[in-house]
């Protein structure tokens, strides 16, 4: 049986024959043969674990297409349509998906190791659990992606648009999230521990019990968030919310009920109330430092927060 793969335009750009042929068959032959499918029409096809390695399929039409658990590493798909796709578990390691419309697509559990989706329109997809470390998303379109439980581990998502996407318990340890738009994302349990946050806005996100450790927030938007249970040792603050600053031995965070000294985290309200047995088992050095700086760390609290300790110090 003889199956033609057209363009957009409708002309055959590849033809193959054999016995019990298929979609899937023909465009493996033509990826094993390197023909070029740039701009081909295979909306709808099933494609289910094709072996499409290296595949240049720039600019195809893949809408609703079945791509689940198909191998795409290092294709290129460069402004290709994914709307709606199924690729389910699918292999695009370091592939090129600059300018690819992926939105509602299917991407759960996909491996997008250190794959190329600056500028990409994923808005509304399901990347649940998918492997993104190391990924470029500078400038793409993640608003409303379910992103639960995802692995985005050092991956570059300066200006991307994360508005109510679903991050919940992803790992973002040492992303770049500059200038992202993270308004009223759920980050609840997120990993963003060393992630650079500068001048990121997460107006109204969901950070309950995030770990932002040694993240850098400066010139952060943190307007109408709960940070009571944010894991805030180390940080760089926004001197908004958050403020920072460097002590001799140890650096302290502050915020309306929180400061962090060292590795140290409680409430004020439990620092003020803290006995010197307490303190003392901190660490060696602790209840000297303690006794030295404790007087002035409340008089600023008072001074950023006048209702922080219920009264004045």
Not at 108 to 132: F, Q
Not at 164 to 173: I, K, T
Not at 203 to 223: I, K, Q
Not at 235 to 249: A, D, E
Request: include cysteine; charge should be negative; proline fraction near 1%.
């Amino acid at each position: 049986m003889k199956i033609e793969i057209k363009n957009n335009l409708g002309e055959v750009i590849f033809s193959h024959s054999q016995e019990n042929n298929s979609v899937k068959a023909t465009v493996e032959q033509a990826v094993r043969q390197g023909v070029e499918l740039r701009y081909a029409n295979l909306r709808g096809a099933n494609l289910r674990a094709a072996n499409l390695e290296s595949a240049n399929l720039r600019g195809a039409d893949l809408r609703a297409a079945n791509l689940g658990s198909a191998n795409l590493e290092s294709a290129n798909l460069e402004s290709a349509n994914l709307e709606s796709a199924n690729l389910r578990s699918a292999d695009l390691r370091g592939a090129n998906l600059r300018s690819a419309d992926l939105r509602s697509a299917d991407l759960r559990s996909a491996n997008l190791r250190a794959a190329d989706l600056r500028a990409a329109d994923l808005r509304a997809a399901n990347l649940s659990s998918a492997d993104l470390s190391s990924a470029d998303l500078r400038y793409a379109d993640l608003e409303s992606a379910d992103l639960r439980g995802a692995d985005l581990r050092g991956a570059d998502l300066r200006a991307a648009n994360l508005g109510s996407a679903n991050l919940r318990a992803a790992n973002l340890e040492s992303a770049n999230l500059r200038g992202a738009d993270l308004r009223g994302a759920d980050l609840r349990g997120a990993d963003l521990s060393s992630a650079d946050l500068t001048s990121a806005n997460l107006e109204s996100a969901n950070l309950r019990s995030a770990n932002l450790s040694s993240a850098d927030l400066e010139s952060a938007n943190l307007e109408s968030v709960d940070l009571e249970s944010v894991d805030l040792r180390y940080c760089i603050g926004n001197s908004k919310q958050v403020f920072s600053l460097q002590l001799p031995l140890w650096g302290v965070v502050i915020t309306e009920n929180q400061m962090c000294i060292g590795c140290q985290q409680h409430s004020i309200k439990e620092w003020k109330d803290l006995c010197d047995e307490e303190i003392a088992e901190m660490d060696t050095k602790a209840l000297h430092w303690w006794s030295t700086y404790k007087d002035m760390l409340f008089i600023i609290i008072n001074q950023l927060f006048p209702t922080a300790l219920g009264e004045r110090q």
